[in-house]
């Protein structure tokens, strides 16, 4: 869907979603109700719209294009691993969720597309909306190995800062989620619990285990400073292997809870604004 920035239109929404109608990740049922509302609600009434990513929101918010951003969108293929561990483990699946914004007269289409969501109850009426996050330590280490008596400070920032976009990314979901809900795409919810997975892995275990007693020893800390980040009960995972092409990757999880904060939404919210002016 996405083009520069992040950033694109109802037509290349509609175009991403024929193409996951046939992807066993995703509800084919949910993506044939968002087409056709799409195609004969949104497009109908406002034509070929801007849509904007959840992620280019938080992008703004955390000043776009810092070295933090940046390593985010590295190594796609264990992202995309990690999301899938993650979606067999919870039962999830992915849905697209949106939301139309106004802001001085413009109409923007906020798109969001957690890596696994479900509905559990009597009704489905409670979602668990879940989220991963992937981090290099190989490529890590090696970028900072000339600041050796900085090593451990510059590890816990990064995983806060992990901890930090991926709580965002939930909280801006479950504002989407309701959103998507009242324009009668999915039923009535009553209850939404949010679930952050951060995944650090080496192929180098010498550099995982390094990762994991720093982390461990300082784990008091981290949870400390990940409650401004609307994060609690963080959880500490052993150390596990699997096989790719025929090569050993150890890695260890993070999981953690978020809570919803309104204000958060609203901060960011306010950065269409921005999006809008960079459009004109």
């Known amino acids: 869907m996405y083009n520069h920035h992040k950033v694109a239109t109802l037509n290349d929404l509609i175009e991403n979603i024929e193409t996951k109608i046939e992807n066993s990740n995703y509800d084919s049922s949910y993506l044939r109700r968002l087409e056709d509302f799409l195609i004969n609600n949104i497009k109908e009434k406002y034509g070929n719209i801007t849509a904007v990513s959840t992620i280019f929101l938080i992008e703004i918010y955390n000043k776009k294009g810092s070295y933090e951003i ?10 995309n691993l990690f999301e899938e561990i993650l979606r067999s483990k919870t039962k999830s699946m992915r849905y697209y969720l949106i939301s139309i914004e106004y802001y001085n007269g413009y109409l923007i289409l906020i798109v969001g597309e957690p890596d696994g969501l479900s509905f559990e109850g009597k009704m489905n009426n409670k979602a668990k909306i879940f989220e991963a996050k992937s981090f290099n330590l190989t490529d890590f280490i090696q970028s900072i190995k000339e600041l050796k008596d900085k090593e451990d400070y510059i590890l816990i920032k990064r995983v806060l800062n992990k901890i930090k976009i991926n709580s965002s990314q939930l909280i801006l979901y479950q ?8 324009f009668g795409l999915i039923g009535w919810i009553d209850k939404i619990n949010l679930y952050g997975n951060i995944y650090l892995y080496s192929d180098n275990i ?8 720093i982390i461990e020893k300082n784990f008091n800390i981290i949870k400390k400073y990940a409650i401004k980040y609307n994060a609690y009960n963080l959880s500490l995972k052993d150390v596990e292997t699997i096989n790719i092409k025929n090569k050993n ?3 260890f999880e993070i999981d953690f809870r978020v809570e919803y904060n309104q204000k958060i939404v609203e901060s960011y919210l306010k950065n269409l604004n921005k999006l809008i002016k960079s459009l004109k």
């Open 249 to 251: 990757i150890y890695y």
């Open 70 to 79: 940046q390593w985010y969108y590295r190594n796609t293929e264990f992202a």
């Open 206 to 213: 010498e550099y995982l285990l390094w990762a994991r007693e």
């Open 175 to 182: 504002y989407l989620l309701k959103k998507t809900q009242k």
